[in-house]
């Protein structure tokens, strides 16, 4: 990325690709391309491996032939000396200095002056540029995109597998940890058994379950579509960059604040990095700028939303996630048309409660799109009715994300042929709705899919699933299958000998290397004596 998309998206991959500067200009005369970095804000910003190890880099730039900017290409970039590791004449390159975490890790910058590359360093599988500087388009811009499209569908596994082990941790030290009386005169209980530790904890284990399928999901779509792409289908090509921007968004929010909320669970003990979390969340956290920072990804989501809704209203039918669209009412919904819906949810059946979530997608994806029909009918500009209607086009792609990752884990739950775990796991896919539903009352109550007494119900179900949920809480962590070593924490060990273990590692730390520190010789011994 370079730093002015940086500045535009506050991300570790610039978000606003088309206004990237470095520029690729083709010679035909000798058959190069001339890299160039024009500006301040043209350097390459942030790409990991690059201050210090890489040799080659893969550099997005505008490629500019016969007098023409042909937009974004990728291109194989020298930066080093095989032999030496210095940089190539008209590189500048090194590490962009500390950051949050990933201390390991050498981001670095890249500055290229008229730095030339051999015209077969082009990435050329869709786009070409012949000898004579001829361009050869590909059949859609948006095959540009494919490996940020890749990434983000990789993020999403990503979230289920950092959420699932700050859970582990978490549940297994509730586990573990005795504090305060139940009853007077009774041993301590496991704070596991605190119903305000379960209403933490066991919502985030649902979304760890229901994310690591929605990851296995998008990992299988992606490589269904990639092959239909190969050969030469691009109709399934628009969602799917749809449904990455929007889940890896809704995902990696969701699994940062969890992590946080998994920390924090622990008590004092979890801000020791011996807990493994702080660990954690700093190495997960900017999944929600890289790649594409989250805001834009969700009104990325949204241009897909409002453009299907566009769609079914002209008459057209839509397919994939967003077909549920094909139902909806033609006329504007006024209130008195709301209240009058039928409400017909039942609150323990899953299949029931993905149409809940489908109405509610609909319903805020129909406000979001008339609201900017309604924007546009001010006569404002696209881009002003645009950013005058983005609260709510976020909104929309949040719930139709949320309506996906329901229907999806619900799907899953007839997939599973064992009756006891899908039991379980169906408890699990209940307490994921029920809980979205009760963080997001408002939706459901002003588009009438429910009822005050339903939400009453909602909430009532939802504490008597945590005391179901307890009863294997322990187990379904530990179906994670974290080994020790990849776990990192103390607090998470799988034998449960978290004391012992945490005063061990205690005694390990840097500053018990000596009894007496040298700082006390070099600054309290000299003070102490003119007393």
């Known amino acids: 990325m370079e730093l002015q998309t940086q500045r535009r998206s506050t991300g570790l991959k610039g978000t606003h690709l088309r206004g990237l500067e470095t520029t690729a200009t083709y010679d035909p005369a000798t058959q190069e391309f001339i890299l160039n970095s024009p500006t301040v804000t043209s350097i390459k910003w942030w790409p990991g491996g690059l201050g210090k190890t890489s040799n080659h880099a893969i550099v ?37 200095g500390p950051k949050f975490g990933y201390d390991e890790m050498d981001n670095g910058y890249l500055k290229m002056d008229n730095f030339r590359i051999p015209r077969e360093n082009m990435l050329m599988k869709y786009a070409q540029v012949e000898p004579d500087g001829t361009y050869v388009k590909p059949l859609s811009d948006k095959l540009t995109y494919g490996t940020m499209v890749f990434i983000r569908s990789l993020i999403v596994g990503d979230s289920a597998r950092s959420l699932s082990r700050a859970c582990t941790i978490a549940i297994r030290y509730s586990a ?34 229901a994310f690591h399928f929605v990851g296995a999901y998008i990992k299988d779509t992606y490589r269904r579509i990639s092959g239909d792409i190969n050969e030469g289908d691009l109709s399934e090509l628009p969602e799917l960059h749809a449904l990455t921007a929007g889940l890896k968004a809704f995902t990696s929010w969701t699994a940062n ?38 805001t834009v990804m969700m ?34 919904i006024q209130p008195q048309h709301v209240a009058a819906r039928t409400v017909t949810v039942r609150l323990n059946d899953p299949v029931s409660l993905v149409e809940a979530y489908k109405a509610r997608a609909a319903w805020l994806v129909e406000a979001a799109a008339k609201n900017l029909e309604a924007e546009l009918n001010h006569r404002r500009s696209k881009e002003d009715a645009w950013n005058k209607t983005s609260v709510d086009l976020v909104q929309a792609s949040e719930a139709h ?14 997939e599973i042929s064992n009756a006891a775990v899908r039991a379980v796991l169906t408890e699990l896919c209940l307490l994921y709705a029920l809980c979205g539903i009760s963080k997001n009352t408002g939706d459901f109550l002003q588009a009438g899919i429910l009822t005050d007494a339903q939400i009453t119900q909602v909430k009532q179900r939802v504490k008597e699933l945590l005391a179901v949920i307890r009863l294997n809480a322990v187990a379904l962590v530990d179906s994670f299958d974290f080994h020790d070593s990849h776990l990192g924490s103390v607090l998470g060990r799988y034998d449960g000998n978290v004391y012992e273990n945490m005063f061990e590692w205690a005694k390990k730390s840097p500053l018990n290397k000596t009894e007496v520190h040298e700082s006390f010789h070099k600054h309290l011994k000299p003070m102490q004596a003119k007393l």
């Open 257 to 294: 604040a969890g992590i946080e909320e998994c920390r924090m669970a622990c008590g004092g003990h979890g801000y020791s990095r011996c807990s493994g979390i702080p660990d954690i969340y700093v190495t997960f956290t900017p999944s929600c700028t890289y790649e594409g920072e989250n």
């Open 299 to 332: 009104l990325q989501t949204a241009r897909f939303l409002v453009k299907s809704y566009t769609q079914v209203s002209s008459g057209q039918r839509v397919t994939g996630m967003v077909s549920y669209l094909n139902d909806l009412s033609r006329q504007r």
């Open 60 to 96: 997005l730039a505008q490629l500019y032939t016969q007098g023409q900017c042909k937009g974004l290409h990728a291109f194989i970039v020298p930066i080093r000396q095989l032999g030496t590791h210095e940089p190539l004449p008209g590189i500048t390159v090194g590490d962009i």
């Open 401 to 414: 994300c949320h309506y996906v990752i329901v229907k999806l884990f619900t799907a899953k739950l007839a």
């Open 176 to 209: 573990v940890r005795h504090q305060s009386e139940l009853k007077p005169g009774e041993p301590e209980p496991q704070i596991l058994d605190y119903q305000t530790q379960q209403y933490k904890l066991f919502p985030l284990l649902a979304t760890a379950y």
